[in-house]
T-cell receptor, first 112, second 115 residues
């Protein structure tokens, strides 16, 4: 059974800082790994998907890396802005499954 | 807008009543998922459809919960005899294999409050 852990649980930083959010998973036989953003009371917005054969994906100021052998993924946010304030979730399926297990998320506050 | 839609967005009901939620996936997606999320937690998987077939159900899905996806299009999630512990955000997502590699896209959710 896949278990996904996200560290830190919460983060508060001043605007402009570069950030690293961590995600670890126990079953490395994953099909893909997906990072999401969730604003309070809203649904999830897909940020990046990394296929199992890839090492990283980039979208704008976001970069996600994947190391299957160590069971880790990181989400790097460059030059953080107050609009980045949200909860960031990672999700990875168990081996042989397409159904992801989610972490509890990292709650990010970027203050001006 | 061709994203995932869910209705209603909010539902308040009394304990013991039945409720039904609807999810309309992205039109070309053949996979549809239901999740439940409570405060401070990540979404928890409830059930999954590929086209009209319900392929997997979580142990979280008690016999008071039932889901359907007639004709492989929209899906409904019904909760019978609601309990206060059913209060949560119910999320729907859709995906397809192929070029999108099963990337999941979520709807806005239905917030259920059981009084």
């Amino acid at each position: 059974k896949q278990e996904v852990t996200q560290i830190p649980a919460a983060l508060s930083v001043p605007e402009g800082e570069n950030l690293v959010l961590n995600c670890s998973f126990t079953d490395s036989a994953i099909y893909n790994l997906q990072w999401f953003r969730q604003d309070p009371g809203k649904g999830l917005t897909s940020l990046l998907l990394i296929q199992s054969s890839q090492r990283e994906q980039t979208s704008g100021r976001l970069n996600a890396s994947l190391d299957k052998s160590s069971g880790r993924s990181t989400l790097y946010i460059a030059a953080s802005q107050p609009g980045d304030s949200a909860t960031y979730l990672c999700a990875a399926p168990s081996g042989g499954s397409y159904i992801p297990t989610f972490g509890r998320g990292t709650s990010l506050i970027v203050h001006p | 807008d061709t994203g995932v839609s869910q209705n209603p967005r909010h539902k308040i009901t009394k304990r013991g009543q039945n409720v039904t939620f609807r999810c309309d996936p992205i039109s070309e997606h053949n996979r549809l998922y239901w999740y439940r999320q409570t405060l401070g937690q990540g979404p928890e998987f409830l059930t999954y459809f590929q086209n009209e077939a319900q392929l997997e159900k979580s142990r979280l899905l008690s016999d008071r919960f039932s889901a359907e996806r007639p004709k492989g299009s929209f899906s409904t999630l019904e909760i019978q005899r609601t309990e206060q512990g059913d209060s949560a955000m119910y999320l729907c997502a859709s995906s397809s294999l192929g070029r999108s590699h099963n990337e999941q896209f979520f709807g806005p959710g239905t917030r259920l409050t059981v009084l």
